[in-house]
């Protein structure tokens, strides 16, 4: 089966991933090396084409699946996708670049790094303020699939106590694991919290300032997930009238990617009880090429009728 990708790649990356689908028993098609979209049954997308997928699927009367390279589809028109044709997300293809990124904001955050580095250029050497022990901490981890569960194995190794939120229900050793109805427990006895789930319908706007309220006084947020889970405004404000209350922020509201310019509606970089990066938790060495083997592995699972993962839930967008 010849399977159609569309994506930005270089020369060496893509005689990699023709290599990768042959031994996988399919033919990889680049869209560029054809002229006609029509035949193909199977699409591939990257990230910088998401926001073309309709154009594409109109063009393609045969398609039957969709694999994105991206973890996240919240950004899809699903209206313009038929309900026949099968969606599947890259859900945890960049799990523990971003888990590591996770612990970099926690350990900066509860350290004082960032803040004290800014200090010292100002000529001011504090030497006194208390940092904070992240071992024995308690971390809540509001959505427990790929990345929450690379969250949770470094937290171990500093012995935390994991309260989780999770869909799959399935165990290990967390001191606590809920759903979503759960959540206000864990919010509300965990040191750090990490938001890890897929923006939705259930999710978007579901951190508020109630319960920013009802996190501890000098709790660490760190959101890695999609910047509408929580509310721009309630945050700042959270942020500006609890100086101990920290936040480390990956993902934005306005981002140059979905939106064209990097923005904010309130000035969050002023604050000195936040740090914040570019939503580049996910590029580290070798992880896009990782990302596409995974991508084309669940290709492969497709193509040989074999159980596919990540299938997207569209009642969670409509």
């Known amino acids: 089966m010849e399977v159609l990708i569309e994506t930005d790649t270089g020369p060496r990356l893509r005689e990699h991933l023709k290599e990768i689908s042959r031994n996988l028993g399919f033919e990889l098609v680049f869209s560029d090396n054809t002229t006609d979209r029509s035949r193909f049954k199977v699409l591939l997308v990257g990230q910088m084409k998401l926001r073309h997928l309709s154009e594409l699927v ?14 996240g589809v919240d950004m899809l028109d699903f209206k313009t996708i038929p309900e026949h044709i099968l969606l599947c997300s890259n ?12 612990f970099a904001m926690i350990l900066d955050l509860s350290k004082n790094l960032t803040k004290n580095y800014l200090k010292m250029r100002e000529g001011v050497f504090d030497q ?5 022990r992240v071992a024995g901490k308690k971390i809540g981890i509001v959505g427990y699939g790929g990345i929450g569960k690379a969250v949770a194995k ?6 935390m106590r994991i309260l989780a939120i999770s869909r799959s229900g399935a165990r290990e050793d967390e001191e606590f694991l809920g759903n979503i109805n759960d959540i206000d427990y864990v919010l509300s006895n ?11 319908n259930y999710t978007r706007g579901i951190i508020n300032s109630a319960r920013l309220e009802m996190m501890k006084k000098d709790a660490i947020l760190i959101n890695v997930a999609r910047a509408e889970i929580i509310d721009q405004k309630d945050l700042f404000d959270h942020l500006s009238r ?19 310019k990097f923005e904010t509606d309130f000035p969050f970089l002023e604050l000195e009880n936040l740090i914040g ?17 995974q991508a084309l592995a669940n290709v492969s699972r497709y193509v040989h009728n074999q159980n596919v993962k990540n299938k997207v839930n569209r009642s969670d967008y409509s």
Do not use: C
Not at 58 to 71: C, F, R, V
Not at 154 to 159: E, P
Not at 190 to 200: F, G, K, N, Q
């Open 91 to 102: 859900a945890g293809a960049y799990s523990d670049p971003i888990a590591e990124h996770v």
């Open 58 to 71: 109109s063009d393609m009367p045969e398609l039957k699946m969709i694999q994105t390279l991206s973890a």
């Open 242 to 260: 609890n100086q101990e209350f920290k936040a480390g922020i990956d993902v934005w509201w306005t981002e140059p990617l979905s939106k064209g």
């Open 190 to 200: 965990s040191d750090i919290v990490v938001i890890s789930l897929p923006l939705s």
């Open 154 to 159: 470094i937290a171990r190794k500093f012995d």
């Open 128 to 132: 006194k303020t208390v940092n904070k």
């Open 277 to 293: 990066s570019p939503h580049n938790s996910s590029v580290a060495e070798g992880e896009t090429v990782y990302a596409y083997e």
